[in-house]
């Protein structure tokens, strides 16, 4: 299997991710939208949850004026029908001055889009790949024969691809990131946890295929 | 010193259009940030409850109706 030279991949995965970000003002990852997918229950919690505020505003107003009184005390103002009387003061703070509005400081991220709009993702992320694969003219040729020639091609290769499939899925959660966050979004904004998971995955990746190719 | 999350904050919009709440936005967003659950919880990399207040409760989503008109 031949792969695209690196002098297109390398730019055309650079302006991926930095276009990811400005269109989107989020982190370009693929584990943390597959872990969002194993927790789905309250995944779709939080998403209702959300569309709730959105369309209740009255009532939340209503409701956090409440919890305003509570929170704050008489340091709450009055003013809004449907607020409890005010509790007497249960905290000793003091209001501070009111500071002058500031722009958002450094890299602000877009609230967490909703499951449908990460499972669009994954869904066009596989059909990506489906149409490479026929435009390259090499679907169906399973893993390559660098692949086969380690692994085989039977029950042998599934077997490596579960267990590999498991390795990359425990070590991606346990770390926050996959290659694709850490190794391209992370260490694009120089995030130290990032370059040091960037060096780690890819020394390993090197000691395990020089291992298996020792093996086979 | 202002609060970094608040562009993606689905409360402070809340908090800054009524006056009426304005006290979370003066003393959380706007100045102990760091005490804030959401921020907290934002810091540690989880995804934050959209009913998490700033103070650790939790508003009760499902008593959230409409009040009588």
Redesign the interface.
């Known amino acids: 299997m031949t792969y695209w030279p690196f002098w297109i991949v390398a730019p055309a995965l650079a302006v991926l991710t930095v276009g990811y970000w400005i269109a989107l003002r989020r982190p370009l990852g693929v584990a943390g939208v597959l872990a969002r997918f194993s927790r789905i229950a309250e995944e779709a919690e939080f998403d209702r949850g959300a569309a709730v505020l959105q369309a209740e505003q009255a009532a939340l107003e209503a409701a956090m004026a409440q919890l305003t009184a509570e929170a704050f005390g008489e340091l709450a103002p009055a003013g809004t029908e449907g607020a409890a009387p005010l509790a007497p003061a249960s905290t000793e703070w003091p209001a501070p001055p009111p500071e002058p509005a500031k722009a958002p400081q450094g890299r602000v991220c877009a609230p967490t889009p909703t499951l449908t709009v990460h499972a669009t993702f994954l869904v066009s992320l596989a059909l990506g790949g489906f149409v490479a694969a026929l435009v390259r003219g090499t679907f169906g040729e399973g893993m390559g024969k660098s692949f086969a020639a380690h692994l085989g091609a039977g029950p042998r290769s599934l077997l490596a691809l579960a267990a590999g499939g498991v390795l990359v899925g425990f070590g991606t959660s346990l770390c926050g990131g996959c290659s694709a966050g850490h190794g391209l979004t992370g260490c694009g904004r120089l995030m130290p946890g990032s370059l040091l998971a960037t060096v780690v995955f890819f020394a390993s990746a090197v000691a395990a295929s020089l291992l298996i190719g020792r093996l086979a | 010193m202002?609060c970094?999350?608040?562009?993606?904050?689905?409360l402070f919009p809340?908090f800054r259009m009524?006056?009426?709440?304005?006290?979370?936005q003066?003393?959380y967003c706007?100045?102990a940030f760091e005490t804030c659950a959401r921020y907290q919880l934002a810091q540690q990399?989880v995804?934050v409850?959209?009913?998490l207040?700033p103070?650790g409760?939790e508003?009760?989503?499902a008593?959230?109706?409409?009040?009588a008109s």
């Open positions: 202002k970094p999350n608040t562009q993606g904050c689905p809340l009524k006056s009426s709440l304005g006290v979370w003066t003393h706007e100045n990399g995804r409850p959209p009913n207040l103070n409760k508003l009760n989503l008593g959230l109706t409409p009040p």
